[in-house]
């Protein structure tokens, strides 16, 4: 091996003397004893125009560019090919070939165990992200904007292949949650930008191009055609290998990846951003296996159809979500806000504990009765109005949050449906009931709570509690894992 170019140790490197040729959407390899040969195709999809020489050149000199971050080892030269009549007529990138016994995604196929080695790819694509290029057109390629587009891209090359490939249901689906969710995430997006979470990446970190090898894994191909689909988010970027790893069979191991990616970088994100980046690159090779499907290639319509549901599945995890859970005192609605706040991953939020943190708090009866001292009407507008401006807060982020109050005013609820409206968020509203006779045992035996309400209070406030035909009832008489089973169903119903 030629060290002096790459300044980097040779490998060891299996030589096969086989001869292979294997192809994408818009190249050829030939494989040929140690060498592996690249040539682009002649096609232009739109996105991505190799149509003329002088543009199939230009490629595979920047492919080489950026693959030598990577895999300096792997990436030789480029090369002229010659005609018949001795004649440059194209482009090559020549490359060292990989044992095909150690690509990433045959060995996740056959159920090698591949911890450790992704384990060691996610601290190497830390690495590499932490020292990529960033700057002001980066980020603009990187930000709300540039990824409205790219979606919107993206449903345009689809479109075309709707009931013919991809289920109508699932494509609206598609388009209608992930505008909700770019809808109201601008504060997300912003804070990403400020924080350099934008950076040239790989672009295209699929398990084919990664070969795991003794001295290290290595990674191939990067999306060369485009800068400015190879500046993204670096969350993004790693969130590529967590949805082939899934589409492999394996989505645990997809999280396991993202999560030691997380653990090593500075990129660490939401769950919901998380869910949206793994759903953006779901359906990026949705719309690659239609292009394969338009080419004849014979499973690439169910691959786009499993990669659609892929997606569908993803934006609906990763819906940012406002939940109220209301009720009157000792119907166990903290019991249900709690469970389904640790089961979401959602912030919860707590009238009884916000009323105490308000200016002038100090000093007020929390006993006084029902409308009177801490509970004054329009000190428990505040609260409500408090919580609301938190949560409001944490919607913009992509937290999902849960509110924990009892909602007996259908004025609060109607400010909250605000909230979610306006920051494009799911809402459900579950009320939280059980008859008096086993919720002021309850409250009676009730020790070291936040909450000050009652028995007495329960019922004035029973007497004052305005309709709520939106709520969902949950049954909170019966025993407690029920009860919060029935109200994660009836969450995800709605």
Not at 100 to 129: I, M, P
Request: glycine share 8%; proline share 3%; with cysteine.
């Amino acid at each position: 091996m030629d060290t002096s170019r790459t300044g980097t140790s040779p490998a060891r490197f299996v030589q096969p003397n086989s001869v292979a040729i294997t192809q994408s959407h818009c190249a050829v390899v030939i494989f040929i004893a140690d060498r592996a040969y690249k040539v682009k195709k002649p096609v232009d999809f739109g996105f991505l125009d190799f149509s003329t020489v002088a543009a199939r050149e230009w490629a595979c000199r920047r492919e080489l560019e950026l693959n030598r971050r990577l895999a300096p080892d792997v990436y030789l030269d480029v090369a002229q090919v010659i005609d018949g009549s001795n004649e440059p007529c194209d482009w090559i990138v020549i490359m060292r070939r990989m044992p095909a016994e150690r690509r990433l995604s045959e060995l996740v196929t056959h159920g090698a165990d591949v911890r450790g080695d992704l384990k060691q790819l996610a601290r190497l694509l830390a690495s590499f992200h932490s020292v990529a290029d960033r700057g002001a057109e980066i980020d603009v390629a990187g930000g709300l904007a540039a990824l409205r587009r790219r979606w919107t891209d993206n449903f345009a090359g689809v479109e075309p292949f709707v009931d013919e490939v991809i289920d109508r249901s699932a494509f609206a689906e598609i388009v209608e949650l992930t505008l909700r969710f770019l809808g109201g995430r601008e504060a997300l997006f912003d804070e990403r930008v400020r924080r350099g979470c934008i950076v040239d990446g790989h672009g295209d970190l699929l398990a084919e191009d990664i070969f795991c090898l003794p001295d290290g894994p290595r990674v191939l191909d990067c999306l060369e055609f485009d800068d400015m689909l190879r500046y993204v988010d670096a969350l993004d970027d790693a969130a590529f290998l967590a949805m082939d790893l899934e589409r492999l069979g394996d989505p645990e191991l997809g999280r396991a990846f993202l999560d030691w990616y997380q653990e090593f970088s500075d990129a660490r994100g939401v769950a919901s951003l998380a869910h949206h980046y793994l759903a953006y690159r779901a359906f990026v090779r949705a719309k690659v296996a239609c292009l394969r499907h338009a080419q004849g290639v014979a499973d690439a319509a169910t691959q786009a159809q499993q990669l659609t549901s892929m997606t569908v599945q993803h934006l609906r995890d990763g819906q940012v979500r406002l939940v109220l859970v209301g009720g009157l005192p000792g119907t166990g609605k903290s019991t249900i806000a709690g469970a389904l706040a640790d089961r979401m991953g959602a912030v919860l939020l707590r009238t009884d504990q916000i009323r105490r943190e308000l200016p002038g708090s100090v000093g007020l009866a929390a006993h006084a009765g029902y409308g009177r001292g801490l509970y004054e009407s329009e000190r428990v507008h505040e609260t409500y109005r408090e919580m609301l401006t938190r949560a409001r807060t944490l919607l913009e982020f992509g937290e999902s949050v849960i509110l924990d109050a009892s909602w007996s005013r259908a004025e609060e609820r109607e400010s909250a449906r605000l909230v979610a409206n306006e920051t494009f968020s799911a809402v459900t509203e579950l009320r939280c009931v059980a008859p008096s006779e086993i919720t002021e045992p309850r409250l009676l035996a009730r020790e070291g709570d936040i909450s000050d309400a009652t028995a007495e209070i329960a019922a004035s406030m029973s007497r004052h509690f305005a309709t709520w035909p939106e709520a969902i009832p949950i049954d909170t008489s019966g025993r407690g894992d029920a009860s919060i089973s029935a109200a994660w169903a009836a969450l995800d119903v709605r």
